[in-house]
């Protein structure tokens, strides 16, 4: 699935996303290399810019990401938990008041912030906004990216 979402609503593009707040309940991501291929790691969260454990807010944390003019997160997240269905993250818009909780029985949500999208006025969207990079966000819940190539990843 891949559906972007922007709680202050679909024409507060950047500005709107920057003011989310997300808790990602994962103690650990996948590592990518400069093609954003995942590597093979399984890493801590800790002490970086993917430790969105706590409540952090999305403009405090998406300047320090990985990606030169791309920067932002397209990373797989490693979901905790041992239930039959774990709760992935909750993310929520102060502005609006609006949340939003993700769960799933995969191992794994790619977390994206649309840094691919195009800065420039080209992509329109519904009633004429103009969206660009950073303007939404994805959750997609999965099995790891590049399993297959990956001996420690979970099966496909």
Known sequence: NHVYFNLAGHKAGAEGLYDHVMRMCCDEFTPVSEK????????SVGNSVFDLRFPTRLGDVLPQCPGGD?????HNFV????????????VFNPSTGIWLECSTDQPGCQFYTGNFIPTDDSLKGKAGAIYRKHGGFCLETQKFPNSVNQANFPNS
């Open 36 to 43: 954003l291929i995942p590597t093979g790691e399984i890493a």
């Open 70 to 74: 791309n920067n932002g997160f397209d």
């Open 79 to 90: 979901v905790s938990g041992a239930r039959d269905v774990n709760l992935v993250c909750r």
